[in-house]
Nanobody
Framework: HVQLVESGGGSVQTGGALRLSCTAS????????IGWFHQVPGKEREGVAS????????VYVDSVRGRFTISRDSAKNTLWPQMNSLKPEDTAMYYC?????????????????WGQGTQVTVS
């Protein structure tokens, strides 16, 4: 079981940037991909970005491509989602998750471990 802790959320103006983090412990090595998701009240959790365990390749949903970048520090078991050019539509609770495999890395139903989330507010 992977323990995940997110941080770095906050309130920013439109066009601003945030650097989130996700620190993993436990059996993170067993997860083929680690993903970032967001959720707003009344809506389903949606995939945002994912990074693969092997090769560190990344995948992004169209709405954030070119603005968000996800990277990782394997030695520290930490992911660093860089969120640039933020829009009000990006306002959501952001979650880190582990346990999925390709080609399902942006689908929340394939993840087994979730962090508690960090709130991002853009106005």
């Amino acid at each position: 079981h992977v323990q995940l802790v997110e941080s770095g959320g906050g309130s920013v103006q439109t066009g601003g940037a945030l650097r989130l983090s996700c620190t993993a412990s436990g059996h993170a090595y067993s997860s083929a991909c680690i993903g970032w998701f967001h959720q707003v009240p009344g809506k389903e959790r949606e995939g945002v970005a994912s990074i693969y365990r092997l090769g560190s390749s990344t995948v992004y949903v169209d709405s954030v491509r070119g603005r968000f970048t996800i990277s990782r520090d394997s030695a520290k078991n930490t992911l660093w989602p860089q969120m640039n050019s933020l829009k009000p539509e990006d306002t959501a609770m952001y979650y880190c998750a582990a346990g999925a495999s390709r080609p399902f890395c942006l689908q929340p139903e394939f993840y087994n471990s979730w962090g508690q989330g960090t709130q991002v507010t853009v106005s």
